[in-house]
């Protein structure tokens, strides 16, 4: 995807987003960061056109994203949103049965292709053994991992997450970002996710776009990351250390 200097405003007084351009590079983890009310989810919501941006353009596949039918684009770019309103006795499987819209004519029987869409689904987020289960019936992270289930069936090549560890304890997020990190190396998924966590946008991501105000400060490789401009956007000042897994801030203090 290419943003092309695109200015965003909720209320037509402040740009949320202002004149950004960025490349989101595909097949890559891609995670947005910055502190609160810097842009993040709207970019991010301008990438799915849950936003329109008053100046500039979205490309995918060197096409306008607007030009797209709603059909269409829901093929290429599935989002899973930071808080999802969950129907009431629902199973799994059908939650996730709701991905396969985009493909549902009246004139065409999908059913096989819809079939095995929703195997997958269930398998690679694991909770195939848990398909006829009620999803009240479920904890947090597992709830979050049946919205990617039902992303994942779409079978779009861009996944967008706003915020998926938000509300969840340690286990829960990790386990999430590790299925996040599989998803991207096993079947090649374009991920774009917005994280408030420093340390798991490090070790989790491959390009980081690091906003203030509306605007980008840095992007490119987590080792863009410098106690600078962490100071700058932040107002905090970290040290960096390293372990087995790599680099990881800790904070020092403001």
Known sequence: MQVSNITVSHDGKINHVDNVSTIIPRGKITTIIGPNGCGKSTLLGTLSRENKPQQGQVYLEEQDIVQYKPKEFAKKLAIVYQQNQTPKDITIEK???FGRLPYQS??????????EAINWALESTNLLEKRYTDL?????????RVWIAMALAQKAEILCLDEPTTYLDMYYQLELLALIQKLNQTYGLTIVMVLHDINQAIRYSDHLIMMKQGKIVAEGAPSLLTAKNIKEVYDVNVAFKHDELGAYIVPLGV
Do not use: C, K, P, Y
């Open 106 to 115: 009246m004139f065409t029987n999908t059913q096989d292709a819809d079939n």
């Open 95 to 97: 939650l996730v049965s």
């Open 136 to 144: 009240e019936a479920l904890s947090g992270g597992e709830r979050q």
